[in-house]
């Protein structure tokens, strides 16, 4: 016994139930076409246009006839969008019974998760049945969690970043602190570089806190890692290695005379009265320098040493000077 529908599929229920589908007549023109093959292919009238020009029927051999689409009823079909992506499609087709009309169904298939960012497509473009949808509910869960993850990890590593630009730097001037001095030193030293070394101490620093407090002593060490900072180029290092020590690297520097130049301007600048609350604080800057090239095989404790030794000459000569060392200052 042959069962039939007690009623007829109306294009509404087919829209729902099947929205990539296409109705064909007995010459393969479409006459009704799903809502979301409307929205994959905007601006063009799908209905009374062949499906061939829509589609390319690509196997189980290419299809180019609606008798020969007829021959693989209830088959499983490959096909490609006619468009400037190419889309590759699934589908299967079925005969109407009672006419020559063919009913066609397509998918994505694999290609779904390109298809949807490349037409627009959402949930509700895909039959509620239809397995896509899962695949898309998996797909967005992936993207958040990989977003989430993404953010994280962006957040981990400017946490790590901040926290290693702490660790090096000394918080109340900005600049480098001795573990980043030391850093830079031994990368210096081990690329070979040629560079100098200045061991800066400021004079007259201890009568600024006695008289005007340490928040005046705050305001004048912010300044000097100014005045250091501006006064050298941007591939060298300030470091404050102390409460009024600094020592600069100045890579590449090792002409006597520029060194001196530059010590000079510095102590010159630092000798300007720096204001807090309507009072003038007044220091000086006394310097001892070394360079690498007086060295067979430079050391950093040594040339800190060295400089070190230089920096209390330009003390005992009166401050407010500089002095580059040589051997016999150790006498």
Do not use: W
Not at 153 to 174: N, Q, V, W, Y
Not at 289 to 302: F, I, K, L, R
């Amino acid at each position: 016994m042959t069962a039939h529908l007690p009623i007829s599929l109306s294009f509404e229920a087919l829209d729902y139930m099947m929205p990539m589908s296409l109705v064909l007549n007995a010459k393969g023109i479409v006459i009704h076409a799903g809502p979301t093959l409307r929205k994959v292919l905007p601006g063009k009238v799908l209905e009374g246009t062949s499906v061939f020009r829509l589609v390319e029927m690509r196997r189980p051999k290419k299809l180019t006839s609606i008798d020969q689409v007829r021959e693989f009823d209830g088959a499983k079909l490959y096909l490609r969008i006619r468009d400037s992506h190419s889309t590759p499609l699934i589908g299967t087709m079925t005969c109407l019974p009672g006419s020559e009309g063919v009913l066609l169904n397509l998918s994505f298939g694999i290609s779904v998760v390109d298809a949807v960012g490349r037409y627009g497509l959402a949930g509700s473009d895909f039959a509620p049945t239809d397995l896509t949808v899962e695949m898309l509910y998996l797909v967005e869960a992936k993207s958040a969690a990989m977003e989430a993850t993404n953010q994280m990890a962006h957040r981990f590593l400017g946490a790590k970043t901040e926290a290693e630009a702490e660790a090096l730097s000394d918080e109340l001037t900005g600049l480098k602190n001795r573990r980043a001095l030391d850093q830079v030193l031994s990368r210096f030293l081990a690329g070979k570089n040629r560079f100098a070394l200045m061991h800066l101490d400021l004079d007259f620093f201890k009568a600024v806190n006695d008289t005007l407090g340490h928040a005046a002593g705050d305001k004048v060490l912010q300044e000097v890692a100014r005045i250091l900072t501006e006064e050298t180029r941007e591939g060298d290092t300030v470091a404050r290695v102390g409460g009024d020590e600094f020592v600069l690297v100045m890579k590449g520097l090792t002409d006597h005379e520029r060194l001196s130049a530059i010590a000079q301007r510095m102590i010159e600048k630092l000798e300007v009265p720096i204001t807090f609350r309507d009072e003038e604080c007044q220091i000086s800057a006394s310097i001892g320098m070394v360079t690498s090239s007086e060295y067979v095989e430079p050391n950093a404790d040594q040339m800190i040493d060295d400089a070190d030794v230089a920096l209390y000459a330009s003390k005992n000569r009166g401050r407010a000077c500089y002095t580059v060392y040589t051997p016999d200052l150790r006498e």
